[in-house]
């Protein structure tokens, strides 16, 4: 485990505990300077998160896959997808954490606590990918390129030459087939964590004077 990826998780626990117990840890709100630095801390958190997922989901991912060589993007995204979940994923812990002290859950309104909901919800989508899908996803990645290079294959733009090899190839359709369902796994989390980003930006939204 990085130190990035142990700076997110000590980054979590310390939501947690705002999350539970925000007087033990923050003592009492002290006034509006806290409150409105807490705020900020919850915009800029939430805003990052939202935009990394939405660039590294819908519109840089895409781009890659349809123009770098597959093994050439493949190395590219396991270097980047480690830090993508560390970066959102501690962003969401702070989400969670200043959210949870402007509304503590034992006076939240019922939408207050929702809300918190969807961001928890984030978090554990983010840190499941951060700690144990993409981890997965990396190793399988890294013996299929190894079946490709003896085939080889994995230097072309897509997956034609994967899936006209595979047909013949019992070794390379079984690795196919395993990395197929732990990659699913991660791009699920992935979407319902942007998901639940989705909906607290509609009670962002929602909050705003224009």
């Known amino acids: 485990m990085g130190w990035a990826t142990r700076f997110s998780v000590a980054v979590c626990f310390f939501a947690a505990g705002i999350l539970f117990a925000p007087e033990a840890l923050l003592g009492a709100r002290s006034g509006a300077g806290a409150v409105t630095a807490a705020k900020l801390a919850h915009l800029i958190s939430f805003a990052t998160s939202w935009g990394a997922a939405l660039w590294a989901t819908f519109i840089g991912g895409i781009i890659m896959f349809k123009n770098l060589p597959r093994h050439q993007f493949g190395n590219l995204q396991s270097k980047m997808f480690p830090a993508y979940f560390t970066l959102i994923s501690a962003c969401a812990a702070i989400s969670v954490a200043a959210f949870a002290y402007l509304h503590p859950w034992k006076t939240a309104s019922a939408v207050e606590r929702y809300q918190l909901g969807f961001l928890l919800s984030a978090l554990g989508c983010d840190l499941s990918n951060l ?30 030459k ?13 690795m196919n087939k395993k990395f197929g369902m732990i990659h699913g796994l991660s791009s699920l989390a992935n979407i319902m964590s942007f998901g639940s980003l989705a909906m607290h930006s509609w009670y962002l939204a929602s909050k705003l004077e224009l």
């Open 131 to 160: 700690l144990v899908f993409t981890p997965m996803t990396i190793e399988m990645m890294k013996k299929r390129h190894k079946i490709e290079r003896d085939l080889s294959i994995g230097e072309e733009v897509g997956w034609s």
């Open 162 to 174: 994967n899936q006209e090899v595979a047909k013949t190839n019992p070794t390379l359709a079984a």
